[in-house]
């Protein structure tokens, strides 16, 4: 799935202070929906068009904005495509974050979590379509992807963050969590890749088969714990 775009508010050190009141909040609000409107618009070129066919013309056009005010939000087609991979990714993740009942024991957390991951190859097919080909194609000026693994790193601590408080509790053995991190990123993009490709596969079931195999390799054996 997903890294995630920065949050929190940014600042210049002796910059004006920003306005406040609701005339602000208004206008603040505007701007995040026209934002919005202009990378759900890009979304759907990438997925129409593919990578090559986007033009930032009709990204406007869909979104029902004008070329100038998209190039007031976005530096060009490479600033959208990268705004338009983090936003979508934080997207995701954060509606899967919020399905789950994370009251429970941390196991039950991951296979939950991999099941609405899993979903994604059917509800979220347009998004996936447009994240592949945009992790795909943006290139800094030397060639190099300008998105690395380094744009998952907020995912990593996050997964981080539930394996140790499954550590903690008891649920899962002692494991280095950030290998374990990245394990499980990767195979959650490969089920995606896979199932995208292999339509008459069931999502549920992989999901399942998939946590049954990692919850044996870091679940914690509490039969010899009892023992």
Not at 97 to 122: C, G, H, K, M
Not at 212 to 217: A, E, F, R, V
Request: proline letters at 4%; hydrophobic letters at 40%; charged letters at 25%.
């Amino acid at each position: 799935m997903s890294g995630a775009a920065a949050t929190g508010d940014e600042g210049v050190t002796g910059a004006p202070a920003p306005a406040s009141g609701p005339g602000a909040r208004r206008q603040r609000l505007d701007e995040d929906r026209r934002r919005s409107q202009i990378i759900a618009a890009a979304v759907a070129e990438l997925a129409d068009r593919g990578y090559d066919g986007l033009a930032l013309t009709r990204v406007a056009d869909r979104a029902g904005v004008s070329k100038g005010l998209l190039w007031h939000y976005f530096a060009g087609k490479d600033d959208l495509m990268e705004s338009t991979a983090k936003v979508t990714m934080t997207t995701i993740r954060d509606q899967i974050a919020r399905s789950l009942d994370l009251t429970q024991p941390v196991p039950d957390i991951l296979r939950a979590a991999l099941r609405r991951a899993a979903a994604l190859s059917v509800t979220h097919r347009v998004e996936l379509t447009a994240l592949n080909r945009i992790f795909h194609n943006l290139r800094h000026p030397d060639g190099t992807p300008r998105l690395t693994v380094d744009t998952y790193e907020e995912i990593f601590h996050a997964q981080e963050s539930l394996f140790r408080r499954g550590q903690a509790e008891g649920s899962l053995r002692e494991f280095d969590t950030r290998v374990m991190a990245i394990t499980y990123q990767g195979a959650i993009d490969m089920m995606l890749g896979y199932l995208g490709s292999h339509s008459h596969i069931d999502p549920d079931d992989y999901a399942d088969k998939l946590a049954d195999i990692l919850l044996t390799g870091i679940a914690a054996d509490r039969c010899t714990d009892q023992e």
